[in-house]
């Protein structure tokens, strides 16, 4: 059964006359003719009752037609869409982590979003740890994901984006609170929360620790800052955080890093090489490249 063969079936059985659907379809009588009988004979059924130059739909025919109505409705659908995604429609899937929903991704987002070639475009929003966006890209769940770079990822192109600082929070009226700078001292002497171990930040600040001979005493892991923030208020302790916006956390205070700890962290954009991306993807990929990447590294 041929497509070809469902659409001079549809018209036959619209036009109850072959001559005429013959005529819609652009091909000869005998050629419509011919791919009907072999229609019937494949289906083991008959369609059409022969009256005259008329036809008219036999009860198995009337059930065939309202299924290849079926058919060839959702072939026009697909159709449609696909001409969509060719042009300026589609949906771009993008996932991220907790620090760029504030800023970031909102604004870089809608300023794409006001582009006149994008107005038919839909974009799907997820948030989760570095190592989780990295799978979901890898199955296709996301198309972009932005975060931290994870080296061993060769089918992933990262693009560096921005320099996040890191800096100390602590609860108010903590003995740091009135320091102008935390020294390395800090980390050993009061209780730290950090990172989940197995997000990219949580492996950067354990190197950072390991490159300064420190030993803190980690008394909780959270997967990002939201958690983090909302622990240290309560008074568990500090944290070596980036440095996002916490002014909606009261009783929060935010100090810097002695000069000699300076600690920065790099945001990436993330896709994969090489794989075939629909239009709206890769003019969004583009945007962000052509104005937020990091030339410098």
């Known amino acids: 059964m041929t497509l070809n063969q469902l659409q001079y079936f549809y018209q036959a059985a619209k036009t109850q006359h072959f001559n005429r659907a013959a005529d819609n379809l652009s091909i000869s009588q005998p050629s419509l003719s011919r791919a009907i009988a072999a229609l019937e004979n494949e289906l083991g059924v008959i369609l059409f009752e022969r009256m005259g130059r008329n036809v008219a739909l036999t009860k198995a025919g009337q059930i065939f037609y309202e299924q290849t109505e079926k058919i060839l409705e959702d072939i026009s659908v697909a159709e449609r869409k696909m001409h969509q995604l060719a042009m300026s429609g589609g949906e771009i899937c993008i996932s991220y982590v907790f620090p760029l929903s504030t800023h970031f991704i909102p604004e870089a987002s809608r300023t794409f979003m006001q582009m006149d070639e994008n107005k038919n475009l839909t974009l799907n929003f997820a948030q989760g740890l570095s190592v989780e966006n990295i799978e979901g890209l890898k199955s296709g769940k996301y198309d972009i994901i932005f975060g931290t770079r994870e080296p061993s990822e060769m089918s992933i192109r990262f693009v560096p984006l921005m320099r996040q600082k890191m800096v100390v929070i602590t609860p108010a009226g903590h003995a740091l609170a009135d320091c102008p ?11 730290l929360l950090t990172y989940d171990h197995t997000s990219g930040l949580g492996k950067q600040t354990r190197n950072f620790f390991r490159r300064h001979n420190l030993h803190p005493h980690v008394i909780c892991e959270s997967p990002d800052e939201n958690g983090i923030a909302s622990l240290v208020r309560e008074g568990f302790g500090i944290a070596l955080v980036a440095d996002i916006d916490y002014s909606r956390w009261d009783n ?3 100090k810097p890093l ?12 993330g896709y994969l090489a090489g794989k075939y991306q629909i239009p709206a993807v890769s003019r969004f990929i583009k945007f962000i490249q052509d104005n937020y990447s990091d030339q410098s590294q």
Do not use: Q
């Open 258 to 269: 002695a000069p000699n700890l300076e600690f920065y962290h790099t945001v990436y954009m």
């Open 252 to 254: 929060i205070c935010v």
């Open 181 to 191: 700078c935390v020294s390395a001292e800090a980390f050993e002497k009061y209780p």
